[in-house]
């Protein structure tokens, strides 16, 4: 369901109110990290759909990855 983008890191999930909890556990398995969890606002037309039912998207899961270092 994820796939990894230039920097190695999990490509975003998007997923229906119904599917959250599948997409936040899919990310937590394979990046072993909590994953970042934004609900996309309202009045925002998403053309994204779900990736488990294909209905019309209300969050994104993902893993935040930074490659910049602190200090």
Same mark, same amino acid.
Do not use: F, Q, W
């Given at each position: ?6 920097? $190695? ?5 998007? @997923? #229906? ?14 990046? $072993? ?6 609900? =996309?606002? @309202?009045? =925002?037309?998403?053309? &994204?759909? #779900?990736?488990? #039912?294909? &209905?019309?998207?209300? +969050? =994104?899961? @993902?893993?935040? +990855? @930074?490659?910049? &270092? #602190? $200090?």
């Amino acid at each position: 369901m994820t796939k990894e983008n230039d920097l $190695g890191t999990t490509a975003a999930i998007y @997923s #229906c109110e119904e599917h959250v909890e599948y997409a936040l556990e899919e990310v937590v398995n394979e990046e $072993g990290m909590p994953p970042t969890l934004k609900r =996309i606002e @309202s009045g =925002i037309l998403s053309t &994204k759909r #779900c990736a488990y #039912c294909g &209905k019309p998207s209300v +969050y =994104i899961v @993902s893993n935040e +990855y @930074s490659h910049t &270092k #602190c $200090g």
